[in-house]
């Protein structure tokens, strides 16, 4: 049977150097992985090796020359992220070690910022980092979520494993963004549009009225005259359109740096009618179901708290999940604290109790992910089935009342005349 030399790292990223029997290169990958090891290089002993292209001509080895990223502004895109970790969990599961699965895959990447940070996560993993640490230096790419599961999976040796269930918790996230995404697509466009009308009629039409009404001397009504002063306020302030919804957008913004700001303001957008219920599940979803990941994946249940509570992006359940993080550190169970937060539904608290008794909280944190993003798509195909007439009725009304304020003058001077 033929003998295989390879060199490999373990779970610690130390480099490992042994032999090993197999009747192939794959086989021989496969027993390599089964130890533990994510192997870097191997060959078949006796057979004869190409010059490394990395050795100069007298022999001593040249620096690693490092690969210059493309300028790019901003981190990956979580679609782009999601479709990266499914590729990387297919080269996994089919038994490809890790650098060579990565190199594959920055090839193929477009130059942008996940492929400077491939080449970064690959310089790091030939100098002897883990897969794990590796990542942790590349922030625009993979956030702490990511990298504390890719290192359970180095941990449990099952990173192919890992992968895939951080594939399909990024592909579900894309799945339930872009239902909301689409859903709000068509109302979006009609307001955009109705705005655009009403600011065109408001800016050009109505001062044109004005100037007939002001010539003929015409007396007139108080919705006219409502009418003409808010088209006059639009002309002559037309720059506070745009101005006043970014000056709010901003105050939110540095409110929310102080913690009490950011509290207030998220609770405050928790108790918007629809929206906040809306908002609400979502984050139940999203927290459940990357709780019950890094639970699944074997992450410690503390760390795998502090994870979620990073993830949450509200700061009312950001104190709900230090809450309890601080009652399970005494030595409480998850329920009770996730109880006292009030935040949570009943059905949450008894399905974490369950899972908890029963030993299978992962799979119970699953469900509720499930049942909450069900929720999510019916309460936003329902805002939208609201929004429809609602936005009707007030074109109408809007439409109605120019309308009836132009023509009320018009018909008292046609009557003067006549």
Known sequence: MPTFMYEAMDNKGMEVKDTIEAATEQEAQSKIRERGFYVTKISEKGRTKKKDASVAKDGKKKPNARKKGTFSIGGVGAKQLCTFTRQLSTLQDAGLPILRSLRILEVQAKPGALKNSLMGVIEDIESGSTLSEAMGKQPKAFDNLYVNMVRAGEAGGALEVILQRLAEFKERQQSLKRKVQGAMIYPAAVITVATLIVGFIMYWIIPKFKKIFDDFGTKLPLMTTVLIDTSSAVVNYWYLGPVIPISIWLLIKIIKKNKTGAFVIDWISLRIPMLGLILKKSIIARTCRTLGTLVASGV??????????????????????????AAIREGESMAVPLRETKIYDEIVVNMVDVGEETGALDNMLYKVADVYDEEVGVLVEGLINMLEPLMVVVLGLIVGFIVIALFMPLIQLLNDLS
């Open 300 to 325: 410690p249940i503390l760390e795998a708290l502090s994870i979620t509570r990073d993830t949450a992006g509200n700061a009312v359940f950001v104190k709900a999940f230090e809450h309890v993080n």
